[in-house]
């Protein structure tokens, strides 16, 4: 069983950066795909990036909502823990909870049905 917990959420003004952690238990996280979803209010679900690691097929890659590429960048440090959301340039329309999402199904990498562990969510706050 993986256990995912998010930090680093919190209040920022527009133009600032903030970076999330993900960070995981369970022995089968380091050859996980991992991603990052939001949630902004009234809104639904939607994915924002998404690291597979090199060591497994293909040899990794990062991927990422159109919406975010060239200010968001997502990575790990190692095998294991954690992976990274760094978020730069950051817009009012970024307010969301922000949940990590593991366990991959190997289909469609940005929908959510997709991911069999999810952690609680931080909160990204954003104010013009």
């Known amino acids: 069983q993986v256990q995912l917990v998010e930090s680093g959420g919190g209040l920022v003004q527009a133009g600032g950066s903030l970076r999330l952690s993900c960070a995981a238990s369970g022995p089968t996280f380091s050859f996980s795909t991992t991603a990052w979803f939001r949630q902004a209010p009234g809104k639904e679900r939607e994915f924002v990036a998404a690291?597979?690691?090199?060591?497994?097929?293909?040899?990794?890659?990062?991927y990422f909502a159109d919406s975010v590429k060239g200010r968001f960048t997502i990575s790990r440090e190692n095998a294991k823990n954690p992976v990274y959301l760094q978020m730069d340039s950051l817009r009012p329309e970024d307010t969301a909870i922000y949940y990590c999402?593991?366990?991959?199904?190997?289909?469609?990498?940005?929908?959510?049905?997709?991911?069999?562990?999810w952690g609680q969510g931080t909160q990204v706050t954003v104010s013009v």
């Open positions: 999402a593991a366990g991959w199904s190997g289909r469609r990498i940005g929908v959510e049905n997709e991911y069999t562990y």
């Open positions: 690291i597979i690691p090199a060591f497994t097929w293909g040899g990794g890659g990062t």
